[in-house]
């Protein structure tokens, strides 16, 4: 079974910064289409950011523009979402999908594999 390990969660204050890391198996993360997901206490997953496995084509929900950057280094097989003015309302657990298809397909939230999820606590 596929395994993305997501880590670099905890607890923050409003304000603050967080870089989250997803490590994933080589034969996945050479091709495949990544992506960042929250959920939140009560509400759905929701997409926050993805890029292709080129790293050329990236996406954003609109909470995550000008905060949050994505990127990928296909060497060390790790994807990675840098949080920067993070507010109280981005408290979530952050989850990492991995799929075959295209960023469209990630940014509709269909990943063949997820990871286990990083909390993200943000304190007002």
């Known amino acids: 079974q596929v395994q993305l390990v997501e880590s670099g969660g905890g607890l923050v204050q409003a304000g603050g910064s967080l870089r989250l890391s997803c490590g994933a198996p080589?034969?996945?993360?050479?091709?495949?289409?990544m992506g960042w997901f929250r959920q939140a206490p009560g509400k759905e997953r929701e997409f926050v950011a993805g890029?292709?496995?080129?790293?050329?084509?990236?996406s954003y929900a609109d909470s995550s523009k000008g905060r949050f950057t994505i990127s990928r280094d296909n060497a060390k097989n790790t994807m990675y979402l840098q949080m920067s003015n993070l507010k109280p309302e981005d408290t979530a657990v952050y989850y990492c999908?991995?799929?075959?298809?295209?960023?469209?397909?990630?940014?509709?939230?269909?990943?063949?594999?997820w990871g286990q999820g990083t909390q993200v606590t943000v304190s007002s």
């Open positions: 080589r034969r996945i993360f050479s091709s495949y289409t």
């Open positions: 999908g991995a799929d075959a298809g295209t960023l469209r397909k990630v940014v509709a939230g269909f990943c063949g594999y």
């Open positions: 890029i292709t496995w080129s790293g050329s084509s990236i």
